[in-house]
């Protein structure tokens, strides 16, 4: 058994801090010079681009990629909007939706790792 040099709690030989104070054992110069700094917390995500992300995934749900359909000859017909709707027959795409989806969610995250505040 050890005992803490700050607090006077026993503990056990396979601790190396005391579960009392926090003193860590190794160290043997008493008082508050016995601490380490604490290192510095590592940075925050940018909420910023977390919340653009979030507007662009719904805005890419709401505008969706559109295909011809399946009796028609495959050809994209891209990102129809509300003034320019699709052909009656088109289908979203359902492979391409998913790999915007992801890409964006991807560099979102990125993103605000990139831009996290320190």
């Not at 043997?28 to 380490?36: K, L, N, V």
């Not at 700094?37 to 995500?45: M, T, W």
């Amino acid at each position: 058994m050890q005992v803490c040099p700050i607090c006077g709690r026993s503990q056990p030989e396979v601790n190396r801090f005391c579960v009392q104070c926090g003193r860590r054992f190794d160290d043997r110069a008493d008082g508050p010079s016995a601490f380490r700094p604490a290192r510095s917390a590592p940075g925050q995500l940018n909420i910023t681009v977390l919340y653009g992300m979030v507007v662009v995934l719904i805005l890419a749900m709401l505008f969706p990629p559109w295909e011809t359909p399946p009796t028609q000859e495959p050809e994209f017909l891209g990102m129809h909007f509300i003034l320019s709707p699709p052909t009656p027959e088109a289908v979203v795409s359902r492979m391409l939706l998913t790999i915007e989806l992801v890409t964006i969610a991807i560099a979102g995250m990125y993103g605000a790792f990139l831009f996290r505040q320190k």
